[in-house]
């Protein structure tokens, strides 16, 4: 009788154990939402980072969330890291598949028709405090299908 109330409780806290071994390495990860799904040339995404740890190697990415109702099969995407006097540190122009060419698959994890991607994006030095800022490039208005943008930060562990 006690091994069988205890089974829950021991299952429980197993789970609890390995989900709390996840993403130990993020060190910040956040996204920014489109209203309607849809992401205007005027809308810059930015994200500000004021404190992260200075003596850690760090790996940045984008993250790309979009459904199938997305046009192209890439995302060219113009990334500028700023630093705290609003200096151009970097501006790189980033070309990301969402869709495989041949197949026209879906690319990066999820389930029906929505699906988030990440890419590493250049530079590993980053100095805080900054600022992280994303404009679509596709020479179009409005890109139906994106939902949202965001940035993760991960510790490069030796």
């Not at 989900?19 to 956040?30: F, I, P, Q, T």
């Not at 929505?114 to 992280?132: E, G, H, I, K, S």
Request: hydrophobic share 35%.
């Amino acid at each position: 009788m006690i091994t069988k109330c205890l089974s829950p409780i021991l299952y429980f806290l197993g789970m609890l154990f390995l989900l709390s071994g996840c993403n130990g390495d993020r060190l910040y990860e956040s996204f920014e939402d489109f209203p309607n799904q849809s992401w205007l040339v005027s809308d810059t995404v930015s994200f500000s980072l004021d404190s992260l740890p200075p003596a850690v190697s760090k790996m940045l990415s984008v993250g790309i969330r979009y459904n199938d109702s997305y046009e192209y099969h890439n995302l060219y995407l113009r990334y500028l890291l700023r630093d705290s006097l609003n200096n151009v540190m970097l501006d790189s122009l980033v070309n990301l598949q969402l869709f495989d060419s041949k197949s026209g698959q879906p690319l990066g994890s999820g389930f029906g028709n929505r699906r988030t991607l990440y890419d590493t994006l250049p530079a590993n030095q980053l100095a805080t405090p900054a600022r992280v800022e994303f404009i679509q490039y596709m020479r179009k208005d409005t890109l139906t299908g994106i939902e949202s943008v965001g940035l993760k930060i991960s510790e490069i562990r030796d």
